[in-house]
């Protein structure tokens, strides 16, 4: 038994019309989130022209890679803009990060930067402050611990 290698021109025709209802599903779920092709190629890596060919069906290069990397991208943009309430999304969503280091309440910014620190010696005051902090900076909050 032998198998027969394709030519390029023979794989994309065989691949052309999964291609191309891949494209529509991207292009469609890309338009109910409200957002550009330059929007979702800044947010995966790759050239808005990239982005038209695959929504188009077209052949790119890494075709799956970019699939995988466009569904993630487009799926991480849901879950920060529906309003859901299980403790992940709140984490992903929360701009101040208030964590425990076994003696005070340490309040972090998003990027993990330090901001505040507090330590009266009762921890539920700590607390009670901590969100205080976060409320009066206008941002959402989570605590880590």
């Keep these: 038994m032998t198998t027969e290698l394709m030519t390029r021109e023979q794989y994309v025709a065989k691949m052309a019309d999964e ?4 494209g529509a599903i991207a292009k469609e779920y890309r338009i109910l989130f409200g957002m550009t ?3 979702v190629a800044n947010g ?3 050239s ?3 982005i038209g060919r695959y929504e188009r069906g077209l ?3 890494s075709a799956r890679l970019l699939g995988s990397a466009y569904f993630l991208f487009l799926e991480k943009r849901r879950m920060l803009t529906e309003p859901t309430d299980t403790p992940h999304d709140k984490f992903l969503k929360a701009d101040f990060l208030i964590d425990w280091d076994g003696e005070r309440q340490v309040i972090k910014k998003r990027e993990y930067r330090e901001v505040a620190e507090i330590n009266t010696g009762d921890i539920a005051l ?3 402050l ?3 902090f976060c ?3 206008g941002g959402s909050y989570y605590f880590v611990y």
């Design 19 to 22: 291609w191309r209802e891949e």
């Design 37 to 39: 092709i330059a929007e």
């Design 44 to 46: 995966i890596g790759v």
């Design 48 to 50: 808005a022209s990239t």
């Design 59 to 61: 052949p790119v290069q």
């Design 126 to 128: 700590d607390q009670e």
């Design 130 to 132: 901590a969100k205080s």
């Design 135 to 137: 409320e009066k900076a």
